[in-house]
């Protein structure tokens, strides 16, 4: 039997054009959100409470998308959580409108990417749990199992060692 790519199993929760990784799933996701950003349009969305420019706020997008936490010049900078349609939710740090720093990831599948962000994608060491129990952990790059890592299936396959750009490589 083949064994598909962990990463490449768990689901996005929202509609792409075509299929992709988990990691690459919130990227996706946090493009659609940044693409809406506050300050792009007024017809996009609007602060539902306190000061979404400057301090602690609750801005909301048409289609369901909302941010709750704190702004920097009109943008999600510092603390906050960003919540999608279906359940999908990102709670940690952001900078400049985008996951920057230590963060959690939820998606809508129930998969849970816990870690480091970088202009809003994995990047770093962090922790990914499938629905089924299966596990990678270890480096991110740009959204990718990417380093020194640990998978383990839920039937308890693991392989331990290197990946390049979601594929192992070798110990």
Request: charged content about 25%; hydrophobic content about 35%; aromatic content about 10%.
């Amino acid at each position: 039997m083949t064994r598909q790519p962990f990463i490449d199993r768990v689901a996005c929760g929202i509609a792409l054009a075509r299929p992709t990784s988990a990691a690459r799933c919130a990227a996706a996701a946090l493009a659609i959100l940044l693409s809406a950003a506050p300050g792009a349009e007024p017809a996009q969305g609007k602060c539902a409470e306190g000061d979404c420019i400057a301090g602690r706020g609750r801005f909301e997008w048409t289609g369901g998308v909302s941010y709750t936490g704190e702004f920097l010049a009109g943008l999600p900078h510092g603390r906050g959580a960003l919540r999608f349609p279906g359940g999908a939710e990102y709670r940690g740090e952001f900078s400049g409108g985008r996951p920057q720093g230590a963060g959690e990831y939820r998606y809508s599948n129930g998969a849970v990417y816990q870690g480091e962000f970088r202009s809003g994608k994995p990047h770093g060491f962090g922790k990914l749990v499938a629905p089924d129990g299966s596990t990678y952990e270890g480096e991110f790059r740009d959204g990718r199992k990417h380093g020194a890592g640990v998978l383990t299936l839920a039937d308890g396959f693991t392989r331990k060692g290197r990946f390049h750009r979601d594929r192992f490589i070798g110990d």
